[in-house]
């Protein structure tokens, strides 16, 4: 699986839009971008994935560079629950028991 | 739908005692999964099971046992607790192939047992 490199922690106003960048500078042509978050004490939580094109959900955006080598979240107007560790992971869509390998994370506080 | 749900929330072991910690699901998944994290540390995976009656190794499968008997449980057995299984275990949950989308990496998390093994 191709390694990931995240900011240790970001900070953002409340109703402004964070901005969570991922380099993957590795990835192979087959592997899928997921974002998971984990608020403090809960179990992690899917957010959205993407091949190589740019993706919307209700939760958040992904927006993913030409060359496929980073990737940026976007929550479009954080709230105060929106205050987590965002985790990126690169990962193949296979049938495969698949660990999902959770790095370092970005710390995300969003501030009043 | 409840989603991913773990029994106990918390939990107080003695060394050497036994028990199990369930997870059920309401999603219709095939594939679930038990993962532990230590303070201040990624997710490890203990054991997984693509479907029932089907269960293998993860990353740290040691002192540990799995069954799934019915499609929507997927049990975690603790057979003598040591002090070094003290973490936080999620169970998650996912499914295959669905109308053409692969959807195994969107794993649904269960809210977590919190055990600790004096």
């Known amino acids: 699986d191709a390694k990931t490199t995240q900011p240790t922690s970001m900070d953002c106003a409340e109703g402004r839009a964070a901005n969570l960048p991922c380099n993957h500078s590795t990835i192979s042509g087959n592997e899928y971008v997921y974002w998971y978050r984990q608020i403090h004490s809960q179990g992690p939580q899917y957010i959205i994935h993407g091949l190589k094109n740019n993706e919307t959900n209700e939760m958040a955006s992904l927006i993913i560079t030409e060359d496929r080598k980073s990737s940026t979240l976007i929550l479009p107007h954080a709230t105060l629950r929106d205050t987590a560790v965002y985790y990126c992971i690169v990962r193949l869509n296979n049938n495969a028991g698949n660990m999902l390998t959770f790095g370092g994370g970005t710390r995300l506080m969003v501030k009043p | 739908n409840a989603g991913v749900t773990q029994t106990p929330k918390f939990r107080v072991l003695k060394t050497g005692q036994s028990m199990t910690l369930l997870c059920a699901q309401d999603?219709?998944?095939?594939?679930m999964y038990w993962y532990r994290q230590d303070p201040g540390m990624g997710l490890r995976l203990i054991h997984y099971?693509?479907?029932?009656?089907?269960?293998a190794k993860g990353e740290v499968p040691d002192g540990y046992n799995v069954s799934r008997l019915k499609k929507q449980n997927f049990l975690l057995g603790l057979e003598s607790a040591a002090p070094s299984q003290t973490s936080v275990y999620f169970c998650?949950?996912?499914?295959?192939?669905?109308?053409?989308?692969?959807?195994?990496?969107?794993?649904?998390f269960g809210p977590g047992t919190r055990l600790t093994v004096t």
């Open positions: 099971s693509v479907g029932e009656g089907t269960t």
């Open positions: 998650a949950s996912s499914y295959p192939l669905t109308g053409g989308a692969f959807r195994v990496n969107e794993q649904y």
């Open positions: 999603m219709n998944h095939e594939y």
